[in-house]
T-cell receptor, first 113, second 114 residues
Framework: DTEVTQTPKHLVMGMTNKKSLKCEQHMGHRAMYWYKQKAKKPPELMFVYSYEKLSINESVPSRFSPECPNSSLLNLHLHALQPEDSALYLC????????????FGPGTRLTVT | AQSVSQHNHHVILSEAASLELGCNYS??????LFWYVQYPGQHLQLLLK??????LVKGIKGFEAEFIKSKFSFNLRKPSVQWSDTAEYFC????????????FGAGTRLFVKA
């Protein structure tokens, strides 16, 4: 299995809702990432988990809360989002610190109303 | 601060034309370099990578890139583009600090006319 899967594909939520994005990989990769991508812009790094521990938080607002329950699964919990948080949220995984190439999922298209 | 610059934001070529997309980065230490491609409607995928060794690396679909350390550059090339190469191309840099942080360039949208 050489895929990174993300669910849901699309999500519409109100500013008072709580929702979660899910990412899964079964390649045995030891690092997993969350990125935010706005239209016609490059991916912006949000969080990195390395060996199931949060290793990078790029000063992301606390309304985004990552979680890594195990080495294959990465969640992004969303609460009290703003309309400007609407974007494509990408998950990626990377084999190890010896190989930084990333495998990306298809993303979750999030719309905050 | 670390940054990645891609010189061309939009490129339009005819089929069979040669392609070169520029990428420069600012970081004084050892780096790992990547080109990723995003075809219309598809997710980002790795085109090629450079970690060490031969500075001329070959990737999928006939693409190659050359790392020139003195110029902090990692330009992408293809001798003859096809319509199917229409996509957005991102240069990315991961400093070799063991920290997994990756910085992406702004991207270049390539349109190949059939």
């Amino acid at each position: 299995d050489t895929e990174v899967t993300q669910t849901p594909k699309h999500l519409v939520m109100g500013m008072t809702n709580k929702k979660s994005l899910k990412c899964e990989q079964h390649m045995g990769h030891r690092a997993m990432y969350w990125y935010k991508q706005k239209a016609k812009k490059p991916p912006e790094l949000m969080f990195v988990y390395s060996y199931e521990k949060l290793s990078i938080n790029e000063s992301v607002p606390s309304r985004f809360s990552p979680e890594c329950p195990n080495s294959s699964l990465l969640n992004l919990h969303l609460h009290a989002l703003q309309p400007e948080d609407s974007a494509l949220y990408l998950c990626a995984s990377c084999p190890s610190a010896d190989s930084y190439e990333q495998y990306f999922g298809p993303g979750t298209r999030l719309t905050v109303t | 601060a670390q940054s990645v610059s891609q010189h061309n934001h939009h490129v339009i070529l005819s089929e069979a034309a040669s392609l070169e997309l520029g990428c420069n980065y600012s970081y004084g230490g050892t780096v790992n370099l990547f080109w990723y491609v995003q075809y219309p409607g598809q997710h980002l995928q790795l085109l090629l990578k450079y970690f060490s060794g031969d500075p001329l690396v070959k990737g999928i679909k006939g693409f190659e890139a050359e790392f020139i350390k003195s110029k902090f550059s990692f330009n992408l090339r293809k001798p003859s583009v096809q319509w199917s190469d229409t996509a957005e191309y991102f240069c990315a840099v991961t400093p070799n600090t063991g920290g997994f942080k990756t910085i992406f360039g702004a991207g270049t949208r390539l349109f190949v006319k059939a």
